[in-house]
């Protein structure tokens, strides 16, 4: 028996099915669909150069080899990112476990429950341990939590001025990210250290670090109320297992807390991902960018959760946003979240202790070590050690007892300690200093004016599941309450929700890739640094571009380094007007938040009848803004899911008014080994390694968006946040997410490039073989050459909504009824679904939710005659919940069976949403964004 492809394992439908789908759609072959679809001028018809499958035994193998040359040493660098012991019962049950990883981002309420609690759970944690009044769930990283709390403040100070005041003594990568978010919005960030230098007249925020990078804890209470006297908003970067001991920022008047959940059980992963937090005091929660999980009720008047309000901020106010940030840390922030579940306020508070002292044994001892000198009395974690013109040597010493140290200069060292400490390692770090004499003593050092006096993580959850038994049901439970691609197919447009195979995830949690700091030393990382250079060179070839750049932690990110390289490429050429920005009206809304961001001006680019980029509107707007022209960003094939002819016509318009090409690859899936964005004329495109190349959505990250651009970009592209040079920097690590990258490596590696074109057409297949059976049903919004759709549909409800009243968030709720998570809604046009089956589901799955469409447009002509009335009918009252159908009362016009089990609903295996419709105004008017009292769930 020869072993199968893997090829043929993430397909879903085998040769047999695709001949049944080519039939209905009207093709011989698949070759000859894709001949028929994409237009000739893009089409490339070589052999992508990758390395040929492997098979998933070779490439576990492999990726083993790869990890043995990545060394696991002491990490006790600090600078944000600490070691940490991840709760094995969080590990399996949240990180490796399907039911959590491939979620998706929670915009359907009702089927999200168990991630959206999760995340409350995350909100509450953040908000209590700060101080403040609501925190967000999540961002990105540190530094760019830092950059979003830099441009709040702005909008929210009545400061004049664009000085932002940045304390010298915070993380050097969060500066970094801070400059480079800065320059394109004209604010200029002024590193001051505060211990000697006087704030300035006019500045409209300040940004703190606590404790600071080199692990001071200053009491910055005077400089906060200075801040406000100037009518400056002040930014507290805190790390929140220290708060659990030190005064929180929302006590000395911080108006804004912003930081990274990693040590809260989140392996450092060679940079990430993890979880930042942004917290904000009361007054400022409408501002506060990103997605906020608030509690709402549902059509039964129980209490049931939601994203409250701007959370789709970018698709609603455009290039108005504040903001582009839409993928976001989900898992990690479920992790975060767990971990102060698990281990309770009483756990965190003895963890920090034992971690705090430590250090203070630590900096004890190194007192009495003749030539060492320690810096500050008052630490947490960190101990800064001067050695004048020594500590290169103590560095290296250490290094080769297996522990990293921070080398600050030649005279200081920096040494952090985590919850994985221990006793021998201090005495190792000891003896690379010198002699230990006499009995270190060693008390805590922090004074009583710096310490914690309130409770915090009061609510009964944080108390209630510390037993692994209890931990792990909870785990369960929640997980439950929601649907993932472990219950069903997710036929999300634009999302691509494909297959995460189970051996491209498990080399994550592995140590070599899950436990390397990301400023490890270089001799420590070559494995990392390998697998990086092999994806970045494959992806280049996959999209025809010269360089690529794996940094940016999500799509969003991407396209803000994208559009960073092509304003710096025309600065440099001496064009510093060119600031126009052309985004077609169906773009995302990233689009437009990431041009203003990267200090652009967004002119829109009207779509013609047909849903393609109307090209004579494009004349007019060149020609109004040729001489300012600095790029055009389009979605290919476009976000109405089709393959426009006109794409080198735009990309040679664009060119010749001096314009740059931004392709957004969101939509890969449809050109893998087909075409290549690179050579069709675009200079610069993100890809969404959480769309296309497997890496699961975590119910909303993490994600990974690397941006790739032909040559003359290439020296635009992000550096090392570190590195020193004026490479930007839009993450806080220079790998970015490093620690998911083994996925893409291995789906890559597993497809070969044979696998690859193959899943391009089975995608677009499936597309086109929904788009046939439903079109009979719901009209097919958009279609190009022949008629034939790319790897997505949109369905029209808009005439069936008019005519019945029955609407598409009717459909996509009954949806849920049938089993199914329901398509993209209302993106990118009101009122439509937009469907994207992708290469993963099989043909029964695609015929049981094509059926489900039917039925459902069946279900439509009964409101419609009038059969049933328009208010109380299975589609308006959908999601029916186990307790309604099995409640006493039943007085509606249709039978309990067709509420909860519609045709094709397997009664054995019936998915119940644990909550009805959710009512999301009524959340946005009463704003509830922490855990809520148990009684509010009380019958
Ligand atoms: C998903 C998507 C994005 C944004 O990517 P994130 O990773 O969510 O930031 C941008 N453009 C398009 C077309 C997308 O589908």
């Known amino acids: 028996m020869t072993t199968p492809r893997f090829a ?18 009207g093709y011989d072959t698949v070759d000859d669909l894709m001949d028929a679809a994409i237009p ?16 998933e035994d070779e490439v576990i193998a492999e990726l083993r080899a790869v990890a043995a040359r990545n060394t696991v040493a002491v990490s006790m660098i600090g600078l944000g990112y600490h070691g940490t012991h991840t709760p094995a019962v969080i590990r ?18 009702e089927i999200s429950q168990g991630r959206l609690e999760a995340l409350l759970n995350f909100q509450t944690m953040v908000t209590d341990l700060t101080g403040l009044t609501t925190a967000n769930a999540s961002m990105l990283d540190e530094g760019t939590a830092a950059a979003e709390a830099m441009t709040l403040a702005r909008r929210a100070s009545k400061a004049t001025g664009d000085v932002y005041v940045v304390d010298a003594d915070t993380l050097p990568q969060t500066i970094a990210v801070l400059a480079t978010r800065a320059e394109p919005l004209g604010i200029e960030v002024r590193v001051l250290d505060l211990d000697t230098e006087p704030l300035p007249d006019r500045f409209f925020g300040l940004h703190l670090q606590y404790p600071g990078a080199s692990g001071a804890v200053r009491d910055h209470a005077a400089l906060v109320e200075a801040a406000h006297a100037a009518g400056a908003l002040v930014t507290v970067a805190a790390d929140l297992l220290a708060l659990t001991l030190l005064r929180p920022p929302g006590e000395i008047g911080a108006d804004i807390a912003a930081g990274t959940t990693q040590r809260f059980g989140v392996p450092m992963g060679f940079g990430g991902p993890h979880a930042g937090y942004l917290a904000v005091r009361a007054g400022l929660e409408r501002m506060l960018p990103g997605r906020l999980v608030g509690v709402s009720r549902d059509a039964a008047g129980e209490p049931a959760y939601r994203l409250a309000l701007q959370t ?14 839409c993928t976001a840390q989900v898992l ?6 767990m971990y102060a579940v698990y281990h309770g306020p009483d756990g965190l508070r003895s963890i920090a202790t034992r971690v705090h002292q430590r250090a203070a044994a630590l900096a004890a001892g190194l007192r009495t070590v003749d030539g060492v000198e320690v810096v500050h009395d008052v630490f947490f974690d960190t101990v800064l050690a001067r050695v004048p013109g020594r500590a290169a040597e103590v560095v290296a010493a250490a290094e080769r007892q297996g522990i990293n140290l921070r080398l600050v200069d030649a005279d200081h060292v ?10 021998e390692h201090v005495s190792t770090v000891w003896q690379v200093f010198g002699d230990v004499t006499g009995e270190p ?22 108390r209630s599941h510390h037993s692994e038994t209890a931990m792990l049901r909870y785990l369960r439970r929640l997980a439950d309450f929601d649907y993932a691609l472990d219950r069903g197919m997710i036929p999300l ?10 051996t491209e995830m498990e080399p994550v949690s592995w140590p070599e890739f899950a436990n390397l700091h990301p400023f490890a030393p270089a001799n420590q990382t070559a494995g990392y640094r390998d697998l990086v250079a092999s994806l970045e060179g494959w992806l280049a070839e996959v999209t025809g571009y010269d360089a690529v750049s794996v940094q940016p932690n999500a799509g969003s990110q991407g396209e803000l380094a994208g559009l960073l390289a092509i304003r710096a490429y025309h600065r440099d050429r001496g064009d510093t007007h060119r600031d126009v920005c052309l985004i077609p009206s169906s773009a995302h809304g990233t689009n437009a938040a990431s041009a203003v961001m990267a200090g652009m001006r967004v002119v829109v680019v009207g779509c013609d009848v047909d849903g393609d980029v109307d090209l004579a509107d494009l004349d007019r707007k060149i020609e109004a803004h040729r001489d300012n022209l600095a790029a055009i960003m389009v979605t290919y094939p476009s976000t109405h899911g089709v393959y426009e002819g006109g794409i080198a016509a735009l990309c040679a318009k664009v060119h010749d008014a001096g314009g740059q090409v931004y392709v957004d690859g969101a939509n890969l899936n449809a050109l893998v080994g087909f075409a290549k964005p690179g050579r069709f004329g675009a200079d610069v495109s993100h890809l969404n390694l959480h769309k296309t190349f497997c890496i699961p959505h975590g119910g909303g990250g993490p994600g990974v968006g690397p941006v790739a651009v032909r040559a003359h970009l290439a020296p635009y592209l992000p550096g090392d946040p570190l590195g020193g040079d004026d490479r930007p920097a839009v993450s806080a690590a220079h790998y970015g997410s490093a620690g998911i990258l083994p996925i893409p490596w291995a789906y890559l590696r597993m497809m070969g490039p044979d696998g690859l074109r193959q899943a391009t057409g089975t995608a677009v297949l499936a597309a086109n073989y929904v788009a046939a059976r439903l079109r009979g049903h719901y009209p097919v919004l958009y279609a190009g050459n022949k008629g034939l759709v790319a790897h997505e549909c949109i369905l029209d409800l808009r005439p069936l909504t008019k005519a019945t009243g029955v609407s598409v968030d009717d459909v996509a709720k009954r949806l849920i009824d049938y089993g199914f998570h329901a398509p993209t809604m209302s993106f990118p046009v009101a009122g439509t679904l937009m469907v994207e089956p992708t290469e993963s589901e099989d043909l029964t799955e695609l015929d049981r939710f094509c059926d489900a469409m039917i039925a459902i447009r069946a279900e439509i002509d009964r409101v419609g005659s009038g059969e049933w009335p328009k208010g109380d009918n299975p589609l308006a009252n959908a999601p029916h919940t186990a307790a309604m159908v099995g409640g006493d009362d039943w007085a509606h016009p249709y039978p309990r069976s067709v509420a909860a089990y519609p045709a094709g609903v397997d009664r054995r295996a019936k998915y119940w949403p644990p909550v009805r419709r959710i009512d999301g105004a009524y959340g946005d008017r009463n704003l509830v964004c922490a855990c809520p009292p148990p009684e509010a769930f009380a019958d």
Request: hydrophobic share 35%; proline share 8%.
């Open 8 to 25: 043929d394992r993430h397909i879903g439908p085998d040769a047999a099915a695709q001949r049944r789908m080519l039939e209905t759609v």
């Open 332 to 337: 990690l922030a479920v992790m975060a979240g």
């Open 92 to 109: 399996r049950n949240v990180l490796e476990d399907p039911a959590w990883y491939t979620a998706y981002t929670p915009y359907q309420p």
């Open 40 to 55: 000739e001028v893009i089409r490339w018809t070589g052999t992508l150069d990758l390395p040929p499958a492997a098979t």
């Open 493 to 502: 447009g634009s999302c691509t929700m494909k297959l995460n195979a189970t």
């Open 414 to 423: 920096g040494i952090s300690c985590d919850e994985t400490t221990t006793a």
């Open 312 to 325: 789709r901020e970018q698709h609603i106010r455009r290039e108005k946003a504040t903001s582009n940030i």
């Open 441 to 462: 003593a060693s008390a805590g050092t922090l004074p009583p004016a710096l310490r914690r006096t309130g409770d915090f993580l009061t609510h009964p959850v944080f």
